[in-house]
């Protein structure tokens, strides 16, 4: 009788442990899935009054969205993540006569501009200052500061590879403040971080452009349509508020 017995209470524990394995997954689904609705919900662009929006850059990647008519005055750019084209730092450059710092620790390519003026750095943008493996990392504020360009007025895009979050939870408050445009290709549905750095972002600028990259398109990421997302963001002591104008929502 011993035998049976011990098979039945054996049976009862696989399938209790099958349960809460199986209860445990659902949970961990369903806060996944709030988190991504709740990464939708802050990015919710926001009509100006007066911004025009003009394409900087490639046609296609390597091209952003940015607010021309509020971007002079201007002292310097800020390219993140360059890679063998930086088509949106040469535009800049040499249409409003300014450097373009470029920072990029990972591809050894060095891009030219015929009429423009680049300068570039042997390193990345991160949390913190030091090296990781063979890679050289420093923080926004100090990057921006070594160059001289604190309190000065700014243009930062940024396409880092999920290095954005990090990046700019460790930036200042004052000095994001500062800055009047910031451009960046966004990477990630599944990071708690995501929803800090937007709270964070919007507490100084307007989202006025999202789009979603067709590219990085997955159902994983529902109701997010990818996991990569072109935003620009305006400071809001230059950009005015339209609540009747037309917004630029997500689109695929």
């Known amino acids: 009788m011993r035998r049976p017995a011990i098979r039945i209470a054996l049976v009862i524990i696989a399938f209790t442990a099958a349960a809460a394995i199986a209860i445990g997954d659902v949970a961990r689904r369903a806060a996944a899935r709030r988190l991504r609705e709740a990464i939708l919900a802050e990015l919710q662009p926001v009509a100006l009054k007066n911004c025009t929006l003009k394409r900087f850059g490639s046609a296609n990647d390597g091209g952003y969205l940015m607010c021309e008519n509020l971007i002079e005055p201007l002292d310097a750019a800020y390219s993140y993540g360059v890679g063998s084209n930086d088509d949106w730092g040469c535009e800049l450059s040499r249409r409003y006569h300014v450097p373009v710092h470029?920072?990029?620790?990972?591809d050894p390519a060095r891009?030219?501009?015929?009429?423009?003026?680049?300068v570039f750095?042997?390193?990345c943008v991160g949390n913190r200052s030091g090296y990781r493996g063979s890679h050289l990392?420093?923080?926004?504020?100090?990057?921006?500061?070594?160059n001289g360009d604190t309190g000065r007025r700014l243009i930062i895009k940024m396409d880092i590879e999920g290095g954005e979050w990090d990046s700019l939870l460790?930036?200042?408050?004052?000095?994001?403040?500062s800055i009047p445009q910031i451009t960046m290709e966004m990477h990630g549905f599944d990071d708690a971080k995501i929803i800090e750095v937007l709270q964070k972002l919007k507490r100084n600028f307007y989202l006025v452009n999202l789009h979603f990259n067709n590219w990085s398109c997955t159902p994983k990421a529902a109701p997010l349509p990818a996991w990569a997302y072109q935003a620009h963001w305006v400071n809001k002591r230059i950009g005015v508020p339209d609540a009747e104008g037309p917004h630029h929502f997500p689109h695929r």
């Not at 891009?111 to 680049?118: A, E, K």
């Not at 990392?137 to 070594?146: A, G, M, P, V, Y």
């Not at 460790?170 to 403040?177: H, Q, S, T």
């Open 137 to 146: 990392f420093d923080t926004l504020e100090n990057q921006i500061r070594k």
């Open 111 to 118: 891009p030219t501009c015929n009429g423009g003026t680049f």
């Open 121 to 123: 750095h042997n390193e």
């Open 170 to 177: 460790a930036a200042p408050e004052g000095l994001l403040a």
């Open 102 to 106: 470029q920072y990029d620790c990972f």
